[in-house]
């Protein structure tokens, strides 16, 4: 059974960091892209960034140059390293991956970025 394990998250004023990760189980992560979404109340679920097997990274624009996703095969874990945070960051954010053609999600963690 393939289980994702978000930890990381917490109240960070604005300008701050904090790294999120994602722990994974079930299956060797070398072998799945990862990808991190968030959540803002009354929002819809948006990709924040993603990272494919070989390494290669995507972000949304609103995060580019802010966020950097990374990954630990070792460690089976993802990290979202997350800097100059800003309020409009504030959501929940789950990792994920597709495991027999289904998305597999973490339960969340809480990033909440105050003035």
């Known amino acids: 059974q393939v289980q994702l394990v978000e930890s990381g998250g917490g109240l960070v004023q604005a300008g701050g960091s904090l790294r999120l990760s994602c722990a994974v189980s079930?299956?060797?992560?070398?072998?799945?892209?990862m990808s991190w979404y968030r959540q803002a109340p009354g929002k819809k679920r948006e990709l924040v960034a993603a990272?494919?097997?070989?390494?290669?990274?995507n972000y949304t624009d609103s995060v580019e140059g802010r966020f950097t996703v990374s990954r630990d095969n070792a460690k089976n874990t993802v990290y979202l390293q997350m800097n100059s945070l800003k309020p409009e960051d504030t959501a929940v954010y789950y990792c994920?991956?597709?495991?027999?053609?289904?998305?597999?999600w973490g339960q969340g963690t809480q990033v909440t970025v105050s003035l």
């Open positions: 079930g299956i060797p992560l070398k072998f799945n892209g």
């Open positions: 990272i494919t097997t070989g390494g290669t990274t």
């Open positions: 994920t991956t597709i495991y027999s053609g289904n998305f597999v």
